[in-house]
T-cell receptor, first 109, second 114 residues
Framework: GQQLNQSPQSMFIQEGEDVSMNCTSS?????WLWYKQEPGEGPVLLIA?????ELTSNGRLTAQFGITRKDSFLNISASIPSDVGIYFC?????????FGQGTRLTINP | GAVVSEHPSWVICKSGTSVKIECRSL??????MFWYRQFPKQSLMLMAT?????????EQGVEKDKFLINHASLTLSTLTVTSAHPEDSSFYIC??????????FGPGTRLTVT
């Protein structure tokens, strides 16, 4: 069956540090989306990637769709307290998304 | 744009009763709506995919007679949890999309069954 691995599971960093997380899959996907979820809320779309090799930025966030279409990474530069939350990769295929296990980001001020 | 609402935001019900959750896309017409459930400290698990005017497609292991989905219009889908039991207590989240993979999520509904 299809396997999707997101790492790291959690990160504890100092404010101002850069963050990097990634997802790898055993299957090829048509798209990779990245979401952020805060406690008690639904996920919010951060970045959508549609082409293999595509590198896209959204403010301090940068994400890339791997050339093999089996992986993606998300970087956050110069982290701030409001970056706290759980980040999910969500590759898409067959008109639906598969969610990674999430990366829980904690920031020490 | 792309705002999705859910109602209620939280609900407590007694075991054996049914609960209906509404999901609305407020500023766009959604070709497809999705229902997920999320247990504490876990990821989102897709329950079913719903297209307006047609029967929902349920994921493997999700009981379609227990989780009734109605997608009456391009802006409204409902999930009814029938004969709820304590193990159905969870965070239920809907999302809506319009012809792309990008899904826009509602704020979720926390269901507690006592």
């Amino acid at each position: 069956g299809q396997q999707l691995n997101q790492s790291p599971q959690s990160m504890f960093i100092q404010e101002g540090e850069d963050v990097s997380m990634n997802c790898t899959s055993s299957s090829i996907f048509n798209t990779w989306l990245w979401y952020k979820q805060e406690p008690g809320e639904g996920p919010v779309l951060l970045i959508a990637l549609y082409k293999a090799g595509e590198l896209t930025s959204n403010g301090r966030l940068t994400a890339q769709f791997g050339i093999t279409r089996k992986d993606s990474f998300l970087n956050i530069s110069a982290s701030i307290p409001s970056d706290v939350g759980i980040y999910f990769c969500a590759p898409g295929g067959a008109q639906k998304l598969v969610f990674g296990q999430g990366t829980r980001l904690t920031i020490n001020p | 744009g792309a705002v999705v609402s859910e109602h209620p935001s939280w609900v407590i019900c007694k075991s054996g009763t049914s609960v209906k959750i509404e999901c609305r896309s407020l500023d766009f017409q959604a070709t497809t709506m999705f229902w997920y459930r999320q247990f504490p400290k876990q990821s989102l698990m897709l329950m079913a995919t719903s297209n307006e005017g047609s029967k929902a497609t349920y994921e493997q292991g999700v009981e379609k007679d227990k989780f009734l989905i109605n997608h009456a219009s391009l802006t409204l889908s409902t999930l009814t949890v029938t004969s709820a039991h304590p193990e159905d207590s969870s965070f239920y989240i809907c999302s809506a999309s319009r012809l792309t993979y990008e899904q826009y999520f509602g704020p979720g509904t926390r269901l507690t069954v006592t």
